[in-house]
């Protein structure tokens, strides 16, 4: 899945089928702009349902279709903590690991990914009919542009 690959200049060294895997220990591995080389390791061998890579992501990656009612696993470096799916969650979705206020920047990977635009409560889904996207936007940059002189 190549969605997850940085946008900001770094570079995957891992083949973009290599990046979500289903079992094992597998590790994430970029080069920063900089060229320094940056390196994430990801248990998914213990039965995770979802995987963050930041401990201030606020969203992670089902690894799985995962059913409303159920609790999912989620895994974050050594760590594991249950969230309520409050929604089904598509494989490869993001589901909502704490409470988002509408306004809240959305993390994923560490980086921010965009801007929630409604409340997206914990163990539900957030996509773009909640989620504004920051990048790539023209109109974005302008405004920067103009408040800027």
Do not use: C
């Not at 920063?32 to 979802?50: F, H, P, Q």
């Not at 504004?132 to 408040?147: C, F, I, P, Q």
């Amino acid at each position: 899945m190549r969605s997850n690959a940085p946008h900001d200049g770094r570079r995957l060294d891992a083949p973009a089928q290599d990046v979500v895997p289903l079992l094992g220990v597998h590790v994430v591995r970029w080069h920063e702009a900089d060229g320094a080389r940056k390196e994430v390791r990801v248990e998914t061998g213990r039965g995770i349902d979802a995987v963050m890579l930041t401990e201030a992501d606020t969203v992670a990656t089902a690894l799985r279709e995962l059913a409303q009612g159920e609790e999912a696993r989620v895994g974050v470096g050594e760590r594991t903590f249950l969230v309520l799916v409050r929604q089904g969650i598509a494989f490869g979705h993001k589901l909502a690991v704490t409470d988002i206020r509408s306004g809240d920047e959305i993390r994923k990977y560490g980086e921010v990914i965009g801007r929630a635009t409604q409340d997206i409560p914990s163990g539900t889904h957030a996509h773009v009919h909640n989620v504004e996207s920051l990048r790539g936007r023209g109109d974005l940059e302008a405004a920067r542009k103009t408040n800027a002189v």
